[in-house]
């Protein structure tokens, strides 16, 4: 889990959106790319298909991942999946959590409000809750995955350059995600005062990661996990 992790050796590693920087980004190909680099959890973006399925994806359009048009919400999950997402398929969250080994944790990010109550049911469906962390920019999506569960997991994603972790507080939360660029000891500091956990995302260059690790956050998501691993002198592939 995340907080082990943490815990156990250190700032832990979360594979932004699988491993974007490396492989196609909300794939099971990227989660097990970043599976085999040695991340302590993976963040994947949920969106619902039109009928209801809780599917990879993180634009409200498929046009940038896939070769297919057309939003999101406006295609059943068969249209989905008959897409090609850089030579893999547009999975569910239950096949993402299917793949993730016992030890991996998740950070489940709703990119809609309405996602929040089949995102919920498919953790819950795999036995995963526990290890699962429920993030979103949006409030209304964290108290939509309360309601669906109250052992639910939440964490609230802090749009740059906001910093004020009084919101994540006030909402249950367990974790604040900072922006690397809003990121400081100040609000580290602040974060922590509220019995908050710090995560933040996504820095990917050299420089951005060494700030990041400086300011010794429980977590860091990046598109390149390999290249963060390596700097905390950790294992990758």
Request: aromatic share 2%; glycine share 12%.
């Amino acid at each position: 889990m995340i907080v082990a992790a943490s815990r156990q050796r250190g700032v832990a590693v979360v594979g932004h959106r699988g491993a974007a920087g490396v492989a196609p980004e909300n794939t099971l190909a990227g989660v097990r790319r970043a599976a085999a680099m040695g991340v302590d959890a993976v963040e994947c973006d949920v969106r619902l298909s039109r009928d209801g399925r809780a599917v990879l994806m993180h634009d409200p359009t498929v046009d940038r991942t896939t070769d297919g048009t057309g939003t999101v919400e406006a295609m059943d999950f068969a249209e989905l999946r008959a897409l090609d997402a850089g030579g893999e398929p547009v999975p569910e969250l239950g096949e993402l959590l299917g793949t993730l080994g016992g030890s991996c944790g998740l950070l489940c990010e709703l990119k809609v409000d309405a996602a929040a109550g089949a995102a919920v049911d498919a953790v819950v469906a795999r036995g995963r809750l526990e290890g699962v962390v429920f993030i979103s920019f949006s409030p209304g999506a964290l108290a939509g995955v309360r309601r669906a569960d109250p052992r639910a997991r939440l964490g609230l994603l802090l749009p740059p350059p906001a910093h004020d972790p009084g919101p994540a507080a006030e909402l249950g939360c367990e974790l604040v995600g900072l922006h690397h660029r809003s990121a400081s000891p100040d609000a580290a500091a602040a974060a922590r005062r509220r019995g908050l956990r710090v995560n933040v995302w996504t820095p990917n260059t050299p420089a951005e990661m060494r700030a990041a690790i400086a300011l010794r956050p429980d977590s860091i998501t990046t598109d390149r996990p390999d290249l963060l691993l390596a700097r905390l002198g950790r294992r990758h592939d």
